[in-house]
């Protein structure tokens, strides 16, 4: 089955700086992969997502690229604040088949 | 437009005994997955059920089971409740075949505590 891995698996940043987690897959059939930020006590939420048809997607501080041949995808977030504090999780999916699910990625935006 | 709802918030069981979760899906969607979420990890897929069908499985046992209405909303039934059982379990509602099966929207979760 599928292998998602996350690095790092925890983060600071300054305010204002930048902050990029990264996630490998193994299954070369996984389509989709969409990442999911995580507030203590609350659900998943998802942010963003890309699917294999295309190398890289942006929503205004969000972005996400994704190399298919390398068999990996990062999330990039810019000027950062402390609001972005949570856990970020990747996910790898074949057409909405099983989700996997990286082991998350507990970031601290530092005022 | 109602989001993924489940009930109960949280639950304690003991050792041996049986729990039933419940979810309703976001308006809209026809597909019911449900994740269990230990302390400091990443959503493990139990299932996925589309058309009151179980459609995909994940590693675990049989001990984990479910349902889905006609109405699309679904159950999660444990039996035989073991210490490690104790987890968030999240369930997720996505569109069916219309859309791939993917974009998945998550429910607040129940937090099953087995003492």
């Known amino acids: 089955g599928e292998n998602v891995e996350q690095h790092p698996s925890t983060l600071s940043v300054q305010e204002g700086d930048s902050a990029v987690i990264k996630c490998t897959y193994s299954d070369s059939a996984s389509n989709y992969f969409p990442w999911y930020k995580q507030e203590l006590g609350k659900r998943p939420q998802l942010i963003i997502d890309?699917?294999?048809?295309?190398g890289e997607k942006k929503d205004q501080r969000i972005a996400v690229t994704l190399n298919k041949t390398a068999k990996h995808f990062s999330l990039h977030i810019t000027e950062t604040q402390p609001e972005d504090s949570a856990v970020y999780f990747c996910a790898a999916s074949n057409h909405g088949n099983q989700f996997y699910f990286g082991t998350g990625t507990s970031l601290t935006v530092i005022p | 437009d109602a989001g993924v709802t489940q009930s109960p918030t949280h639950l304690i069981k003991t050792r041996g005994q049986q729990v039933t979760l419940r979810c309703s899906p976001k308006s809209g969607h026809d597909t019911v997955s449900w994740y269990q979420q230990a302390l400091g990890q990443g959503p493990q897929f139990i299932f996925q059920?589309?058309?009151?069908?179980?459609?995909q499985r994940g590693n675990f046992p049989d001990r984990f089971s479910g349902h889905q209405f006609p109405n699309y909303s679904s159950e999660l039934n444990v039996n035989a409740l073991l210490l490690g059982d104790s987890a968030l379990y999240l369930c997720?509602?996505?569109?069916?075949?219309?859309?791939?099966?993917?974009?998945?929207?998550f429910g607040p979760g129940t937090r099953l505590t087995v003492l």
């Open positions: 997720a509602s996505s569109l069916g075949p219309s859309v791939g099966f993917d974009e998945q929207f």
């Open positions: 059920y589309y058309e009151e069908e179980e459609r």
């Open positions: 890309i699917r294999s048809n295309v």
